[in-house]
């Protein structure tokens, strides 16, 4: 069975920094592309970030690339997501993902496995 679990969600006040981490276990976890999704209240789930399985090539949604950092480690199955200069508006659950099927890195209904997600709140 498939998990995926994050953690590293919190308070911060905006322009601060958070590091979420994702560890995953049932599955071959070095042979999947990870991505990072986020759900804001009232809104639809949006793309993040993505690395490939090697970690040879990441993505970035556009209205965050700059402020984010996307890594993994296969030897600790996890993958890592680093949010900097935070903003109010980045205030979502985020979730990570694993990879099942072809197609755009940047939308949802490409990833099969979900976890929980964790909790980013940012203050003004």
């Known amino acids: 069975q498939v998990q995926l679990a994050e953690s590293g969600g919190g308070l911060v006040q905006a322009g601060g920094s958070l590091r979420l981490s994702c560890a995953a276990s049932?599955?071959?976890?070095?042979?999947?592309?990870m991505g990072w999704f986020r759900q804001a209240p009232g809104k639809e789930r949006e793309f993040v970030a993505a690395?490939?399985?090697?970690?040879?090539?990441?993505y970035y949604a556009d209205s965050m690339k700059g402020r984010l950092t996307i890594s993994r480690d296969n030897a600790k199955n996890t993958v890592n997501l680093h949010l900097n200069s935070l903003k109010p508006e980045d205030t979502a659950v985020y979730y990570c993902?694993?990879?099942?099927?072809?197609?755009?890195?940047?939308?949802?209904?490409?990833?099969?496995?979900w976890g929980q997600g964790t909790q980013v709140t940012v203050s003004s």
């Open positions: 993902a694993a990879r099942y099927y072809s197609g755009s890195y940047f939308q949802s209904k490409n990833y099969g496995s």
């Open positions: 690395i490939t399985w090697s970690g040879d090539a990441t």
């Open positions: 049932g599955l071959t976890f070095s042979t999947y592309t």
